[in-house]
């Protein structure tokens, strides 16, 4: 056994965790160390080849690859110790266990950050009947097999849901040659961007069949076709209007849940929304020594959220490992009225910065206005023209007004022109 | 490809390799085979793995007689070839007045099948020993000595352990046709050549009708009944230590909720009569029908948690019952059917009565010098401490490469059950022997390494790495 000592140790080397580990190195942390079960970093994006990442970080159109890339240098810089191919089996007595070829490795750790990720909802999640043949994959696994591997899924496609790595993959699909048929989505609305809507199906002729979902799959060894319907306001299939597509696959993007499994290992309390850890605005989860951040945390659509949200993750547990972390009251922070959740559920009321609260509306809508209060008195309000559950919402406090909270704030939400 | 041998065994579940296990005992050659391309069978995989004592099933009958004797042989077999057992015992809920006038009836039962410590429980000890199960139960039926298995290592345990001591198995080798001339076999014509043995074993379960038409024995019919699951992740808040019940139908055992050997929570199955033998397909209602019998068992279950959902056809003959025929107008053929969902509990008594019916038919058994009685299973690294994790590190790095995040599987564990005897050829057999792909994620995550690691060491193209059988290709050729 191995056992290793360092300030900060961090577990996943995606965006999140990348990001997390400069900073955390940069607020004076000494010793940080990554843990990557991958044999290189970045995580997720590095089978993320198409461009849309950077455009509010760095103000300009990268590729997935080339948006790890810039923070990896960075983090190589800063000198943080990078254990790529070990995998976190758990946390025991404050000690991260990890495994590699050479043993097994004990971290003892001042500062953990969960940056973990998430994994993809699958077929049985949504209990889909049918057969179960070969040809239905996640839509993240199959842009692995694709991206990463070079390898072709299948020629006649049907993807379900609308998540935005399901119409991504849409596209890469069509550029090598296979056809979509169709992308179904449950829900009356759209769960990813809108601008990959108009990139990625609109562009290429894909159907997107909205309020409709799969009731069938057939084929014993591999897809022969699945069976769609559409659904009524309560989400019941109309079975008299449905509709056999013959395919080879089916890919669905169904929806991704924080990967949390680790963190249950260090008693990490989870929320039932997000399925991440319940933290404040420094990120910290309720066991003091473990900060969560990027997808693990919440998920989120852009990945600029993750890096500013993770850097944040990186200070703070390198301000805790350091015994600095600002202490005040904790008020708690609750989704009202037209809001799903919002991110950070606490906050501490030090006042020594401004807090940004993260949050996603329960439906999509016009002319929206988005509101934080407390005490009853409106702390910040802002509108917008549209807004969707598939896209994160941010309002920001002042931290006068951090300073100055007494009782919960409340996150509101409503619409002129309701869209679902 | 021609084959001779003094054995030939048609279907690798359950009873097929629980006889070639035994038949390797003694100086014979077997031939054990199957049209899957793996051992496992239909049935057998995919059943509620229940080794339990049956004390429901029909008295005084071949069943009944078969099951007293089989449970016993499981203590030493389950020793010997490291398969998982769990002996939890079962707790029948009583969940109305009604219900309750079928106790005695159950009771008489259980004593006419042998099963003496088949006990009524009050509820406030129901309660105790299951503090999950419906609080409404007015008392129910306690069987200590019912276990749960591990359906899929009993199957593979036996037949690698049947390999070792010189049995072969033919996957991906289905029957044709047979060859039949004054009362005997002359050859059995599969997908992988013709097969010449001296004694013909039908074992073939939802299809041994079709094997004993072509052999000209086949007074009955088989139809598949279908059971549908769930299974619950193993993280689920809320859990069962006993197999829990519902009181029988004719049909069927009823619904289970049933804590496996490995951690997870199993529910079902349903019983539907179907005609196509191919339908494995879920239903909505089946489904439904099986959630709602299982919340009326426990009310708490997290349905929602559930990672797969499955089925699995069991034979149902027609005439009912277990038969067990060795042939007077075919001359080796020995035909047995009407195994049904006792079957895997009955295996191994099947297997000692089946070879002693043929021994008294003429076969000759001389027991073989070396027979190797221990299997050791695959060393699962989960299971181990860090400091034996280490040593197995040290010993094969491969064990400290993590593939199946979600199960903490190896890549060791999964070359293992590539190479072992009666190695895994694809990603499902992968997953049946070390658990790969069984976990929250359903493979998403370990899918693509473990086509890589098939194809790496069968020395394929990732192209030709199936699912399982036929053409069920995980990519696009």
Known sequence: MKEVYCDVVIIGAGPAGLAAAQSAKKEGAEKVIIVERDVHAGGILQQC???????????????????????????????????????ALEVRDNILVCTNTEGIIHIHYGAMVLAMGCRER????????????????????????????????GKEIVILGSGDIGMIMARRLTFEGAHVKAVVELMPFLAGLVRNKVQCLDDFGIPLKLSHTVVDITGVDRVESVTI???????????????????????????????????????????????????????????????????????????????????????????????????????????????????????????????????????PGRNSTMEVSSDGQVLKKRKSICTSPGTMEELTLTKEQVRELKSKVIVKASHEEELA | MNYNTDVLIIGAGAVGTAIARELSKFQLDVILCDKNDDVGGDASKSCSSCCSTESTVTPFTLESKLAQSSRPLFYHLCE??????????????????EQMKVIPSMQEKAFN???????????????????????????????????????????????????????????????????????????????????????????????????????????????????????????TPVKVSHTIMSIPTPTSRGTLVIPTVDGNILVGPTAEDLQDKTDKKTTKEGLDFVARNALALVPGLHMEDTITQFVGLRPAREPEGYNILVSEKVKGYVGI????????????????????????????????????????????????????????????????????RCEQITESEIVQAIHRPVGARTVDAVKRRVRAGMGRCQGGFCSPLVIEIIARELNISPEEVRKRGGVSYMLDK
């Open chain 2, 80 to 97: 010997e070839l490291e398969i998982p057992i769990n002996f939890c015992g079962s707790i029948t809920p009583v969940l109305n007045e």
């Open chain 2, 337 to 404: 059917s009407g195994i049904r969902s006792s079957g895997l509990t009955v295996s191994l008594g099947i297997a000692k009565y089946t070879i002693h019916e043929m021994q008294k038919a003429g076969l000759e058994l001389k027991r073989k010098n070396g027979f190797i009685k221990r299997r050791e299973g695959i060393v699962k690294f989960s299971d181990k401490s860090d400091e034996e994790k280490a040593k197995l590190i040290e010993k094969d790095p491969l064990y400290g490469k993590i593939i199946c």
């Open chain 2, 113 to 235: 099948n042998g099963v003496y410590d088949v006990e009524f429980l009050t509820h406030d000890e129901i309660m105790e020993l299951e503090p999950n199960i419906n609080p409404c139960n007015l008392g129910g039926l306690y069987s200590p000595r019912d276990a749960q298995i591990s359906q899929f290592m009993l199957v593979i345990a036996q037949a690698e352990n049947a390999v070792a001591n010189g049995v072969e198995v033919l996957l991906d080798c289905r029957v044709t046709g047979m060859e039949v001339k004054d009362g005997k076999i002359e050859t059995v014509n599969t997908t992988k050549g013709d097969i010449h043995a001296k004694w013909v074993i039908n074992c073939a379960g939802l299809y041994c009708d079709e094997i004993a038409k072509m052999v000209g024995e086949c007074d009955f019919t088989v139809h598949p009944r279908k059971g549908q699951f769930f299974i619950l992740s193993k993280d």
């Open chain 1, 49 to 87: 080849i198409h461009a849309g990442f950077g455009l509010k970080y760095f103000g300009e159109e990268l590729t997935g690859p080339e948006y790890a890339e810039r923070f990896e240098e960075k983090v190589m810089e800063a000198g943080v110790d990078m254990m790529l191919d070990t995998t």
């Open chain 1, 122 to 153: 699958t077929r049985a999640n949504l209990v889909i009947p049918g057969s179960r043949p070969a040809g239905i994959y996640t839509a993240g696994t199959a842009q692995r097999l694709m991206n990463i591997y070079g390898h072709h899924v």
């Open chain 1, 229 to 363: 319907a559409p659904v009524d306001e309560n989400k019941n299939p109309i079975m008299e209007k449905a509709e056999v597509i013959p395919c080879d696959t089916l890919l669905l993007s169904v929806g991704l849940i924080p990967e949390n499994e680790l963190s249950k290992t260090a008693g990490v309390p989870l929320s039932g929304i997000t399925k991440g850890a319940i933290v404040n605005q420094f990120k910290q989860t309720e066991v003091p020594s473990i900060f969560a951040c990027g997808n693990v945390l919440h998920v989120n659509d852009l990945v600029d959220h993750v890096s500013h949200e993770s850097e944040a993750a990186g200070r703070y547990a390198a301000l805790y490992a350091a015994g600095k972390l600002p202490e005040g009251d904790v008020i708690s922070v609750e989704p009202g009225e037209g809001v799903r959740y919002v991110c950070p559920q606490k906050i501490v009321a030090d006042g020594s910065e401004d807090v940004t609260l993260y949050f996603r509306t329960a439906l």
